[in-house]
């Protein structure tokens, strides 16, 4: 038995990347609940190398719940897109069949106009999964841009890709909110 109910999987945007751990969302929700999250982020992952430690780092210490954000490494990496979906897919499988609640993160924005608008045709596939297997989701997207404009608000995101130490805060915030804290 895990002292983690719940278990944050991701890539460096989870990590909390420049800053480390304790600077990132999961840090910041972890304090708001009062209880211990593991943050199973790992710089430079792409949700192949997240399913390949699934079982080692989230189905193996037995969760409640599972936070996923995952995707933009992959869009970097020139993945194809039916591959991208079909390993989300397989990880929401192996969850639900392990009786663990998915939480769907949808990517926050990125400054390079062609991986942005990539990622803008995934978290639209995301809401769109959510919505059709009932998962709960975590618009970390909206959070970043402006309601009008849908630009980058300013000093949200520390270079390209990576959340400011406000970035990572706004995160946070946007997971007490959604789940009620």
């Not at 037995?62 to 989300?88: A, M, R, V, W």
């Not at 959340?163 to 009620?180: D, N």
Request: glycine share 8%; net charge positive; hydrophobic share 40%.
């Amino acid at each position: 038995m895990t002292p983690y109910q719940i278990i944050a999987l991701g890539d460096s945007l989870t990590y909390g990347y420049p800053f480390g751990p304790r600077c990132s969302w999961v840090a910041s929700l972890s304090q708001a609940l009062g209880q211990p999250i593991l943050n199973q982020g790992v710089n430079g992952d792409c949700l192949q190398d997240m399913l390949a430690r699934l079982d080692r780092d989230v189905l193996d210490l037995c969760p409640k719940h599972c936070l996923i954000l995952g995707g933009s490494n992959d869009f970097y990496q020139g993945i194809p897109y039916e591959k991208i979906k079909l390993t989300y897919l397989k990880i929401l499988e192996e969850l639900k069949e392990e009786k663990v609640q998915a939480w769907i993160g949808l990517p926050p924005p990125v400054r390079e106009k062609k991986v942005e608008k990539q990622l803008q045709t995934f978290r639209n596939w995301l809401v769109r999964l959510s919505r059709q297997l009932k998962v709960p989701r975590l618009d970390f997207y909206k959070a970043f841009v402006h309601p009008k404009s849908g630009r980058i608000k300013a000093g949200v995101l520390e270079d390209e890709v990576h959340p400011s130490l406000a970035g990572y805060e706004m995160m946070g915030e946007v997971v007490r909110q959604t789940i009620g804290v």
